[in-house]
């Protein structure tokens, strides 16, 4: 990052603050969704597992870029459990849930995390931080198609 102005500064600090509520939602979705890998059951068991599986590692991949980004920014990343757990929107699970239930909290978790993006998108715009545009855009896309399948896989 080139020579910035202390406002340019505050813009981006205003915009990583906002990538780490980000990584920490996207954090507990993996888990979230590694965790329904291991225990779903039931006729569905062999796609939703598949599925989930698909679903965790490509968010594996969106926490790595996340992180990195908000260290570009110049934040530093939180990566810990418990901070993760007080920054994040998205709600670990804590009770063994059928298949169903299961595509529907993933889903709702998807809509939400799109929405906090999409608002997240101004602040980026605003801040005429292309990369975190560039970055957003990835992620929205991302959750839009896991979305869909999720959607797609409900009685």
Do not use: C
């Not at 954090?27 to 779903?40: A, D, E, I, P, S």
């Not at 991949?61 to 920054?87: M, N, Q, T, Y």
């Amino acid at each position: 990052m080139e020579t910035t102005s202390a406002a340019k500064l505050q813009q981006y600090q205003k915009v990583a603050d906002e990538l780490t509520h980000l990584l920490a939602d996207s954090y507990v979705l993996y888990l979230k969704t590694q965790n329904f890998h291991w225990n779903v059951t039931g006729p569905l068991f062999p796609s939703l597992h598949l599925m989930f599986e698909s679903q965790y590692k490509e968010l594996a991949e969106a926490v790595d870029e996340i992180a990195e980004r908000i260290r570009a920014l110049g934040s530093f990343a939180p990566a810990s459990f418990s901070e993760f757990s007080k920054l994040s929107s998205i709600k670990e699970e804590r009770k063994i849930l059928s298949a169903e239930e299961m595509l529907k909290t993933l889903l709702k978790d998807h809509e939400a995390l799109i929405g906090h993006m999409e608002s997240m998108f101004k602040k980026a715009e605003s801040a005429n931080d292309q990369a975190t545009m560039d970055l957003l855009i990835e992620r929205i896309r991302a959750h839009e198609k896991t979305a869909w399948m999720l959607r797609s896989s409900i009685k």
